[in-house]
């Protein structure tokens, strides 16, 4: 069984950045609850600045970006998952139980914040792998899963790598089968 990582479709998809000024302690969601707390992350389509004769001069040599900005959902961190309406309503439907869904604000009409907090221990024997080698399971994407943990989960994190966001082929069909737009998913490891 194949464990895959939700990732932003960055090359496909505009994403989504913090409005200037706004202020978050996003580093610190590791699946516990936080609709009591919740301020609203504050976000916007990236846009590339300057001085407008430098920006025109800098486009006649450069490709106008034509990434799409009509995506379902993106991820704006490893563990920041960003969805519009129609997937919020999809994830109500098939993961109320393991998703907290906060709104977040943003000029292009709503968009939800998704917290897993379906947090299980996952991961095979990562109590006992020092730090180098939890490094080196990260950096090279060879993670080995519970098999008997996961296999009834489509979406989780895992109780010691809580930042991410893992997820199964049942996750991926199901985002795929609603035609949903703006991830992609990187395989990870697998459960055995």
């Known amino acids: 069984m194949d464990i895959y990582e939700i990732k932003s479709d960055y090359d496909v998809f505009k994403f989504f950045v913090f409005k200037q000024g706004s202020s978050s302690n996003y580093l610190n969601y590791e699946g516990q609850k936080l609709g009591d707390n919740w301020i609203p992350l504050e976000f916007e389509i990236f846009k590339e600045k300057g001085k407008k004769k430098e920006r025109k001069r800098k486009e006649k ?40 869904i906060l709104p977040v604000n943003m000029d292009r009409g709503p968009y939800y914040f998704i917290n897993v907090t379906n947090k299980i221990k996952s991961i095979k024997n990562v109590d006992k792998m020092s730090s180098d080698e939890i490094m080196e399971m990260v950096r090279n994407n060879r993670y080995v899963f519970d098999l008997q943990t996961v296999k009834n989960e489509s979406i989780f994190r895992d109780s010691k790598m809580s930042s991410s966001y893992f997820v199964t082929d049942f996750f991926i069909n199901l985002m795929n089968n609603n035609q949903i737009k703006g991830l992609r998913y990187e395989k990870v490891g697998h459960a055995e």
């Open 61 to 100: 040599g450069k490709k106008k970006d034509k990434r799409f900005e009509d995506f379902d959902a993106l991820c704006y961190f490893d563990g920041i998952l960003i969805v519009n309406n129609n997937l919020k309503e999809i994830l109500e439907a098939n993961y109320s139980e393991k998703v907290e």
